[in-house]
């Protein structure tokens, strides 16, 4: 299976000090999806992620493939496998639609 | 999803020209601890070219993946100093020089210098009270000589480069003068980039939308903004310091309780913002001019003309 990668036009970061306030309020059993860790410029636009998106956007460095990326979630997130990868295929497919990621 | 309270600035300007007053020994510092902190972008301003340590910081940025455009005045030291291959993204050349002789001769002049050195020049202008009618005829010009880009910054009130008294800033009476003497068509072909929302909005009324995704005023929050000192502002035209980045790291002053209180205030929908209709759009521009020069007006955008119903 082909490697997913990220467009290396886009800068991005981790907000450290927000992905570790978005885990506590995770484990408190919150409502975290609108919650961004992740920062990227897209073409002079800021945009975010929420921890479960900046966690795949993190992990397509080319090495790993959309079953490497489940495999990898589904030892962070307690969530049910198919709907793991029903979500995680979603997401990835809109950030190659955009251009954000590709094939590697 | 809300923009959240970021752990340090992604855009930073800092203020380098060659009367800094931090030790040129101390600015691989500043540089180090802006590459630490993970801003994306820095726009070195005032005279970074003629500037004895800016190939030493450029060589920190570019080591460190950092974007760097930076402003020239275009004075013979500055282009002496500026090389091939300089890792800078993008060069802008201040036309205030220009525009104090109303010498155009001098800025062709100097658009090729920096072209023929491999660099695709864009112009900039901080808007003033006394400039802003010219913008149209630089427009014309940047066409004629095949400038892409514009850029028209914000105010800085940093007393260290100028004490302003609020009377330089363009008024929105200058910007209704402007309205009607501007042709439909004058920025067209032109990329600009725009600080302020009622200069935008005049150059680009076709383009309402591409402003949906802002999100209010970023200072202390994604921008920040560095005097010649070598000490850390929420943004140009937020006129609090935070600390020193000689003696202090970006995220330590980031994590500030001043830094927070600055972001809760500008949160805070300004009194004289009150009942405008276009609130969402501009979040009340830009704060920290209102907030040091536009009290009287329950602390509105000094550009604004007034709550719009």
Redesign the interface.
């Known amino acids: 299976m082909k490697n997913l990668s990220r467009n290396p036009d886009i ?1 991005w ?1 981790v ?4 992905e570790a306030e978005i885990i506590k309020a995770l484990d408190a059993g919150e409502d975290v999806s ?3 860790s992740v ?1 990227l ?1 897209v073409s002079g ?2 945009h ?1 992620l ?1 921890l479960v998106g900046g966690r795949i956007w993190t992990l397509c460095d080319g090495q790993r493939s959309l079953d490497d990326l489940v495999e990898a979630l589904s030892g962070e997130f307690e969530v049910e496998r198919g709907e793991l990868t029903g979500d995680v295929e979603a997401f990835v497919d809109d950030l190659l639609k955009r251009g954000w990621l590709k094939y590697a | 999803m809300t923009l959240d309270l970021l752990d340090t600035p992604l855009r930073v300007s800092w203020r380098l020209s060659p009367q800094c007053s931090s030790a040129v020994a101390n600015l691989p510092t500043i540089a180090e601890r802006l590459v630490e902190a993970g801003v994306f972008q820095v726009t070195l301003e005032g005279r970074p070219l003629a500037h004895p340590a800016v190939h030493e910081v450029l060589c920190i940025f570019a080591a460190g993946g950092l974007r760097v455009d930076l402003s020239c005045e275009g004075t013979a030291a500055e282009l002496n100093s500026l090389g091939s291959g300089m890792p800078v993204r993008q060069i802008a050349l201040d036309v205030a020089s220009c525009l104090a002789t109303d010498d155009f001769t001098v800025l062709s002049e100097q658009l090729e210098t920096i072209r023929r050195k491999g660099f695709d020049p864009a112009l900039l202008l901080v808007p003033r009270h006394d400039n802003v009618a010219r913008i149209p005829r630089l427009f014309e010009f940047c066409r004629v000589h095949r400038v892409a880009k514009f850029k028209l910054p914000n105010v800085g009130i940093d007393v260290s480069v100028k004490n302003l008294s609020g009377a330089e800033l363009v008024t929105p009476g200058d910007l209704l003068r402007l309205s009607r003497e501007l042709p439909p068509d004058a920025a067209s072909g032109l990329e600009l980039e725009v600080h302020d929302l009622f200069l935008w909005e005049l150059f680009c009324p076709d383009c309402q939308d591409s402003r949906s995704e802002y999100g209010g005023c970023q200072a202390g929050n994604s921008l920040g903004y560095i005097d010649a000192g070598g000490n850390l502002y929420p943004c140009a035209s937020w006129p609090e310091r935070l600390g020193s980045l000689l003696d202090h790291s970006v995220e330590a002053l980031w994590a500030l309780p001043a830094r927070r209180r600055i972001r809760e205030e500008i949160a805070e929908t300004p009194e004289g913002c009150r009942g405008c209709r276009d609130l969402s759009i501009c979040h009340g521009g830009c704060r920290g001019l209102a907030r040091t020069f536009n009290r009287s007006h329950g602390s509105r955008d000094p550009l604004c003309g007034g709550p719009r119903r």
């Open positions: 800068v970061r907000e450290k000090r927000r609108d919650k961004g920062i410029i636009m800021m975010q929420n």
